[in-house]
């Protein structure tokens, strides 16, 4: 059962961009206070989420005071009985990161966001998770540690590779990305992009949208990608 809300959780995650950030704000000569805001939020490889935080937002003063942060990831939308879809807290320790790579994940997934991530007050974070609380419906709550939550070891090799498949595939194979969308996920529209790619499937946007289509089966290696890429694409045409 474990193993089920820990691909619930995975599933949850990588499909959002946005989440409630939760961090304590310090308040002069009281008790620091709980304080909720909405945030971007990217996904790494190891499930650890990336945001980026203006100096000026009052979650960043409570988080250079508290390392210590919670995200509400929200899957819960467009649905007619909200409390009966999943919704999960993260609980884990934030600081910031100057990794190239997760700030390119970040803006890959976040394109509109290059246009201030160089300014002198923006800071790339990771957040190290630490466990989970997840509501997945009525009577379906459990708490996941972060080792039974990622559940797999990530793939070196394919978070390196990453940028040049993203852009490999959006430059040359755009039609199968397309087809991805509007055949395998059901969704309206063109002009849809890839944003990432991990060991269990892939990320789209399309404008303000996203979507996330899984594998049929986890990579076990970075090379196995294109298999899975080609395969979807088979699928999709009705090979």
Not at 43 to 59: F, K, N, Q, T
Request: aromatic share 6%; proline share 5%; with cysteine.
């Amino acid at each position: 059962m474990t193993d089920e809300f820990a691909q619930v959780a995975r599933g949850l995650i990588r499909s959002c961009d946005r989440a409630s950030l939760a961090t304590l704000l310090p308040t002069a000569g009281n008790p620091a206070w709980p304080y909720v805001s909405l945030v971007l939020v990217a996904v790494d490889h190891d499930l650890s989420p990336i945001l980026l935080l203006s100096d000026l937002a009052e979650h960043s003063k409570g988080i250079a005071a508290d390392g210590r942060v919670s995200l509400l990831f929200d899957g819960t939308v467009g649905l007619t009985q909200p409390l009966t879809g999943a919704r999960l807290s993260l609980l884990g320790t934030i600081a910031e990161t100057h990794d190239r790579r997760l700030k390119q994940r970040f803006l890959a997934r976040h394109p509109d966001a290059a246009l201030y991530a160089g300014f002198k007050d923006f800071r790339f974070y990771k957040v190290t998770p630490e466990r989970a609380h997840l509501v997945a419906g009525f009577g379906k709550i459990h708490w996941i540690g972060a080792s039974e939550m990622l559940n797999m070891a990530p793939l070196p090799e394919l978070a390196e590779g990453e940028e040049s498949i993203v852009r490999h595939m959006n430059e040359d194979h755009s039609d199968a990305i397309q087809l991805y969308a509007t055949k395998l996920l059901g969704l309206p529209g063109t002009g849809w992009t890839m944003t990432g790619i991990d060991a269990e499937g892939i990320d789209l946007r399309q404008g303000g949208q996203v979507a996330r289509l899984a594998f049929q089966t986890p990579l076990a290696s970075a090379v196995e990608a294109r298999t899975a890429l080609i395969s979807l694409l088979k699928t999709a045409r009705g090979i």
